[in-house]
């Protein structure tokens, strides 16, 4: 239990492109979604909380005009980087709690390697 | 600000030497402290959580611990599929995890 897919794994584009990374949560429903950052050898770091139905929480620092989060139904959310330059090269994560207690596990998705050339 | 700090950076053991990795931590409201497991290329794989001090959990050859500044993450008798990075986070109450950097676990047969 407790599958979180993310969507695609790896990503190879030029600068400039807008890049969708979708996130579904398969066997459960998810009100609150995260999206992290992750760079080589480094902690995840929490870019944004999305709550269905709701705008996204940017954390400080993160542009929310250039890291899009939509979380439009219970099971998926979706982050798209915006005009995608190669510092926004990185690992993104996201994770999915279910509806009941606040205190559950986080689950993560596998992960998106993105690239810009 | 929560803070998470994991010891050591890097473990490289014996098949069968267990040892112990440590999470230090500070955080405003303890709603838990959680161990995953991450493999190269993939997302963290839950493991544990702990909530209060003196608390234990044990999965396979691994056992998690917490008192109120940190936690253990004790490996039994550890295989080479046990190589992996350990992380810690904390969760506090506004229910964001903060993350240590991890502990990058290698096991030679």
């Known amino acids: 239990g407790a599958v979180v897919s993310q969507h695609p794994s790896r990503v190879i584009c030029k600068s400039g492109t807008s890049v969708k990374i979708e996130c579904r949560s398969l066997d459960f429903q998810a009100t609150t979604m995260f999206w992290y950052r992750q760079f080589p050898k480094q902690s995840l770091m929490l870019m944004a909380t999305?709550?269905?139905?709701?705008?996204?929480?940017?954390e400080q620092g993160v542009e929310k005009d250039k890291f899009l989060i939509n979380h439009a139904s219970l099971t998926l959310s979706t982050l798209t980087v915006t005009s995608a330059h190669p510092e926004d090269s990185s690992f993104y994560i996201c994770s999915a709690s279910g509806t009941g207690s606040p205190n559950q596990p986080q689950h993560f998705g596998d992960g998106t390697r993105l690239s810009i050339l | 600000e929560d803070q998470v700090t994991q010891s050591p950076e890097a473990l490289r053991l014996q098949e069968g030497e267990s040892s112990s990795l440590n999470c230090s931590y500070t955080v405003s409201g303890l709603r838990g402290l959680f161990w995953y497991r991450q493999d190269p290329g993939k997302g963290p794989e839950f493991l544990f959580t702990?909530?209060?001090a003196g608390e234990e959990k044990e999965k396979e050859r691994l056992k998690a611990t917490l008192t109120k500044k940190e936690s253990f993450l004790h490996i039994t008798a550890p295989k080479p599929e046990d190589s992996a990075t350990y992380l810690c986070a904390v969760r506090s109450n506004d229910y964001k995890l903060s993350f240590g950097a991890g502990t990058t676990v290698t096991v030679r047969a």
């Open positions: 702990l909530y209060s």
């Open positions: 999305s709550n269905e139905g709701s705008k996204a929480t940017y």
